[in-house]
């Protein structure tokens, strides 16, 4: 994504001189597709800084990977543009942050949730005061069997890698209600397990001579789950044809007993605003998305939004709105509740993928943003502490103090929002 961005539509404003990677094979297949550029090994990360000189580092590794990048980019003077989450534990975290405050360098870390048209219609509306103080938040993500098996055959099904579907995937949404609330999480406690993609549930399919990944699994054939690299040309090109480079299989068994991370996890957040947010994510549905509701002073907003499904890297668009099942709904007090029309835009995750590189790539020509959905490293922070807290008190049964993981994080840039003083409902004299 951020590559041919580049080098196509932002071509005038920005130049990609390097690309680093592990893999060697897919190291030459970007700068094959990429041009005129040169390509780097990881282990000559400070050499490629060195040769090119550049003014930014747009880290897309693997999760546990992040900081080390981030941090040494920014040692050798780099800003840093950084894909979610921005790491994963509270150490590397605080990592970053002592490293961005010693260096003085920008960490912009890539939200493109908060970008998507009827999501920042949502905060619009919330900055209006339409529903006055916000109180509580429910908050539910579906990921669609197809789609959420997917975390479980890659890297992300161990916590080593990805911090697991609460710092993964969990941190678009902790962000989108940190900034929809203008406001951070200070307590956190969370309940999870993996109860779905699990030995068992293969053995109630039937699929009991399983291997460990799809490409030579006897069960393959009658597999619901089967990922199948070689009828997916980009997948087979990425993948399967690299495997001799690094070893890492892109198709292994969503059943594995190798897997660490949760499926099903409920989690409740107590904002410094004193707003308490109700979560729950579960990875095994079938449909895609969300359903938000915010409960203010003066009504309720109910907003839904259902996304396509797809694969990672199989060449379709992520993320696509359904726009027959995304809608935003407003419930006033003592008044009819009425439906809004619906901000919408085209491209990956909801239409936001072309706004938020509008805004990375070509700052300078981009409209003055009053909802403030740029986001640096003290909203990446915010954003995986809810779910490197949700981990520890999974782990501990116990509610975990946001402030106890990380230390000097500083408070975010978040637009102003109703207060308690303003934001009182107008009562029924009857």
Not at 210 to 215: D, Q, T, W
Request: aromatic fraction near 10%; charged fraction near 25%.
């Amino acid at each position: 994504m951020f590559r041919n961005a580049i080098n196509d539509r932002y071509d005038q404003s920005c130049e990609l001189i390097g690309l680093c990677d592990l893999n060697e094979g897919r190291l030459k297949l970007a700068v094959k597709e990429a041009g005129d550029v040169r390509g780097y090994h990881a282990d000559d990360f400070d050499k490629m800084i060195e040769e090119t000189s550049p003014d930014c580092v747009i880290v897309t590794t693997r999760d546990s990977f992040h900081d080390i990048y981030i941090c040494r980019a920014m040692e050798l003077g780099c800003d840093v543009i950084t894909e979610k989450p921005m790491t994963t534990d509270a150490t590397k975290c605080q990592q970053i942050i002592d490293t961005q405050r010693k260096a003085g360098r920008k960490v912009t870390v890539s939200f493109n949730y908060r970008y998507a048209p009827p999501r920042s219609q949502v905060k619009e509306l919330l900055m209006s005061g339409v529903i006055g103080e916000v109180l509580s938040v429910d908050f539910h993500w579906v990921l669609d069997s197809k789609h959420g098996a997917d975390y479980f055959r890659r890297w992300h099904r161990n916590k080593a890698n990805s911090g697991g579907l609460m710092v993964h995937k969990a941190t678009h949404h902790f962000d989108l209600v940190n900034w929809w609330l203008s406001a951070i999480p200070v307590r956190v406690f969370a309940l999870g397990q993996r109860e779905f993609y699990t030995p068992q549930t293969a053995d109630r399919y039937g699929l009991t001579n399983r291997s460990e990944r799809c490409h030579d699994c006897p069960e393959a054939e009658k597999c619901p789950f089967e990922l199948r690299l070689s009828g997916s040309e980009s997948l087979q090109e990425l993948y399967l044809n690299n495997e001799e480079h690094d070893g890492y299989f892109r198709d292994r068994c969503v059943f594995s007993d190798q897997i660490d991370i949760e499926d099903n996890v409920n989690v409740i957040v107590d904002y410094d605003s004193g707003t308490k947010l109700s979560y729950s994510l579960n990875a095994f549905c079938p449909w895609e998305g969300y359903i938000v509701c915010f409960n203010g002073t003066k009504g309720r907003i109910e907003h839904k939004c259902e996304e396509s499904v797809y694969i990672n890297a199989d060449g379709s668009v992520p993320g696509a709105l359904k726009k027959d099942g995304t809608w935003t709904r407003i419930f006033p007090m003592r008044a009819p509740a009425y439906e809004v029309e619906l901000w919408t835009g085209e491209g990956g995750h909801g239409g936001a993928d072309p706004v938020m590189l509008s805004y990375i790539f070509d700052a300078e020509n981009q409209k003055p943003d009053p909802l403030m959905r740029a986001a640096d490293y003290r909203s990446g922070a915010y954003s995986i502490l809810t779910g490197v807290a949700a981990n520890h008190s999974m782990a501990k049964g116990e509610a975990i103090e946001v402030a106890s993981l990380v230390q000097g994080v500083g408070y975010p840039d978040y637009p102003q929002m109703p207060d308690a003083g303003s934001a009182l409902p107008l009562l029924d004299k009857k």
